[in-house]
């Protein structure tokens, strides 16, 4: 019996990036996936195939369309759908190889299999094969993730109707496309398809897109998707599909009450959201009690079971990779006698459409709720110099600083590249940074992230170039 000071179950962004960080402070470790590489749904089925199906797709429309024309580049592209989910396969597979070797790296076993608790200190791992291992370890640390939600009464069977793991790999570009749900997923995969020529027909049950991201972007952005051809039915609740050999139809009613209606196309995603997994887990071995969503609870991430931990997905928090691995480090570092910490007031979030959308800290809407005063610097993209000279002038930067002290609260974008910009706002508010701060350091001109500088300059109200 094979024994660990650590036994992760779940290899995904939480899971190898705890095992990395528990191998480099000489902890015994495990690591258990059944799905056969490692790396998670955010490697395999999310995060990475998304971006590369998003970064095709924006290169295929950007030759497509009257982009590469108005640059005085004339060319006639033919979409070579295999090829650009061959690249995408490649890509991945390489991702996870590179996971692989840091686990063998850091001295990490990898085991193959779906892993169990079976009581205290206990991990059961069968593999494909049927054969069972039991791995004996002073903690066990769960990092199983999270899985789509379903959406009652429409059974997806990823041929017509697909979840997100079948909408990256739909075998042709479907001419209609209806997306069930406006948040992140669904609008970065309702992009891809977008753009590699279906008609996209987003349904919420909402009375606007992206639930919890800063009103006033989540306005602006829907009217960019709205001139690039999405077509939005809010505060619709979805009562029905039925799927045939070629198409869907999709019944819908308005939330409020009102006459029902039914849609056709291609394809239906359902991206509703995800919800942790945890079948098969054995939970109960241990006494721990998911709550109703099904997320297990923890305490600077102890479970309510001596000796077992919990991060990522499947617990509380949002459901970000980043978010995953910031937790694995604070664990692993706990479990090895030393301080770990979390500040979950700067985990940015960010949505890999064209424009992208970028976020971190309080929105408007939490600092009114809140009560706390506060200043707002604002600078449009149409005002800098580098989106200007690139054609990508839609949306604007906003900084939120507190109106007493000037510390930064939060920082909110819809624009070019705005997701790598963002960080400048984490790292600013990670040391207590003022908008002053930020509107005071030289940035290179000319580069989008002036636009950053320009909105923190308007907190005080010195904007120089709008």
């Known amino acids: 019996m094979a024994q660990y000071d650590v036994v992760i179950i779940g290899g995904g962004p939480g899971g190898y990036n705890g095992a990395i960080r528990a191998g480099q402070l000489g902890l015994k470790t495990a690591i258990v996936e059944g799905r056969g590489k490692l790396g998670g749904t955010c490697l395999n089925v999310g995060c990475m195939p998304s971006k590369a199906l998003l970064h095709a797709s924006e290169m295929f429309e950007a030759a497509s369309g009257g982009e590469f024309a108005k640059l005085g580049i004339e060319v006639k592209p033919k979409l070579n759908l295999s090829q650009m989910m061959a690249q995408k396969a490649e890509s991945v597979e390489a991702l996870t190889k590179g996971v692989e070797f840091l686990m063998k790296k850091n001295k990490v076993d990898y085991i193959k299999g779906w892993g169990r608790i079976d009581g205290p200190g ?195 928090g949002p459901m970000l990779a980043h978010k995953a691995e910031d937790e694995a480090v604070a664990c692993m570092e706990l479990i090895a006698g030393k301080a770990g910490h979390v500040n979950y007031d700067i985990i940015p979030g960010v949505i890999y459409t064209k424009p992208e959308v970028a976020t971190v800290g309080k929105t408007e809407e939490d600092l009114k709720a809140a009560g706390v005063a506060y200043k707002v610097g604002k600078f449009p993209f149409l005002a800098n110099s580098r989106a200007k000279i690139n054609h990508e002038t839609d949306g604007f930067v906003k900084v939120l600083a507190d109106a007493k002290t000037d510390r930064i609260l939060g920082a909110h974008a819809v624009g070019p590249n705005v997701g790598d910009m963002i960080a400048e706002i984490c790292v600013a508010m990670e040391f207590g940074g003022s908008s002053e701060d930020v509107a005071r350091t030289c940035h290179p001109h000319p580069t989008r992230a002036e636009a950053f500088r320009q909105a923190a300059m308007g907190v005080e109200g010195w904007t120089m170039q709008a």
Do not use: C, M
Not at 143 to 165: C, F, H, K, M, Y
């Open 122 to 316: 206990k991990v059961v791992v069968k593999a494909e094969d049927g054969t069972e291992t039991v791995l004996e370890t002073k903690n066990i640390v769960i990092a199983t993730g999270s899985e789509p939600t379903p959406l009652p009464g429409v059974t997806v069977d990823n041929q017509r109707i697909v979840d997100s793991t079948g909408a990256l790999s739909l075998p042709e570009a479907p001419k209609s496309l209806i997306v069930v749900g406006a948040g992140v997923i669904g609008l970065e995969l309702g992009s891809v398809w977008k753009r590699l020529g279906a008609e996209v027909t987003v349904v919420e049950f909402l009375d606007r897109i992206l639930p919890g991201t800063d009103t006033e972007v989540a306005n602006a952005f829907q009217k960019i998707l709205g001139k690039q051809g999405f077509k939005f039915k809010l505060a619709s609740k979805v009562t029905g599909a039925a799927a045939g050999d070629k198409q869907v139809k999709l019944t819908l009613e308005p939330v409020a009450g009102g006459d029902a209606e039914t849609l056709q196309a291609d394809y239906v995603l359902v991206a509703i959201g995800r919800r942790p997994f945890t079948q098969g887990l054995g939970l109960e071995t241990v006494g721990i009690v998911p709550d109703k969503r099904g997320v297990i609870a923890n305490d600077h991430y102890k479970t309510t079971a001596p000796g077992v931990w919990v991060i990522g997905d499947v617990t509380s």
